[in-house]
């Protein structure tokens, strides 16, 4: 079936460092969504992309759909203790069904201060 | 806005209990669905219901129903809880079934079977 592979599992990096995490699919998706999941919290959507070679921003995040539409990208600039969680990619393929959404294992991330 | 309500938030059962567990979302999306998380194994998806009076089949749907009540409520059901069945649950919902929906989730049900 289809997967996602998420990579790194887990990080711990200096607070002010940059973090860099990506995910990559054996099949081509139309969607990728990136998840920060807070401990104890559901996952909470960061940033949706659509396009092949979109690249798109939240505030110190910065994601991008690969152009190949097998991959994607998460950056975090200057990282604060406050980014701690685990960050979710999910993927979907075209055809518009929700039950592919599929998800990777996740990145684990910690910050020392 | 609740956004995604799901209920209760911890629960242990003994082996060969039932239970259900409650998800309400306020946002007036038309689909929902149900996915369990496992330690190592990201989000897996159970059911989902792309609209009111329609259900289908995930995942992992084995040892599992659901009922999509109406539009607001999808509830996931345990018949005979096994070990196995030991994990977080998580509610969802998006507005349809278009590419750029985006899936939102509730806060989660701690689930441990003995």
């Known amino acids: 079936g289809q997967q996602l592979n998420q990579s790194p599992q887990s990080m711990f990096i200096q607070e002010g460092e940059d973090v860099s995490m990506n995910c990559t699919s054996s099949?081509?998706?139309?969607?990728w969504l990136w998840y920060k999941q807070d401990p104890g919290e559901g996952p909470v959507l960061l940033i949706a992309?659509?396009?092949?070679?979109e690249l798109t921003s939240n505030g110190r995040l910065t994601a991008q759909f690969g152009i190949t539409r097998k991959d994607s990208f998460l950056n975090i600039s200057a990282s604060i203790p406050s980014d701690v969680g685990i960050y979710f990619c999910?993927?979907?393929?075209?055809?518009?069904?929700?039950?592919?959404?599929?998800f990777g294992k996740g990145t684990k991330l910690s910050v020392k201060p | 806005n609740a956004g995604v309500t799901q209920t209760p938030k911890f629960q242990v059962l003994k082996t060969g209990q039932s239970m259900t567990l409650q998800c309400a979302q306020d946002?007036?999306?038309?689909?929902m669905y149900w996915y369990r998380q496992d330690p190592g194994m990201g989000l897996r998806l159970i059911y989902y219901?792309?609209?009111?009076?329609?259900?289908d089949k995930g995942e992992v749907p084995n040892g599992y129903n659901v009922s999509r009540l109406n539009k607001r409520e999808f509830s996931l059901r345990l018949e005979s809880a096994a070990p196995s069945q030991t994990s977080v649950y998580f509610c969802?919902?998006?507005?349809?079934?278009?590419?750029?929906?985006?899936?939102?989730f509730g806060s989660g049900t701690r689930l441990t079977v003995v």
């Open positions: 969802a919902s998006s507005a349809g079934q278009r590419e750029r929906a985006r899936i939102f």
């Open positions: 946002m007036n999306h038309n689909s």
């Open positions: 219901s792309a609209s009111e009076g329609t259900t």
């Open positions: 099949s081509i998706f139309n969607t």
């Open positions: 999910a993927g979907r393929e075209g055809g518009g069904s929700q039950g592919n959404l599929i």
């Open positions: 992309l659509y396009k092949a070679g």
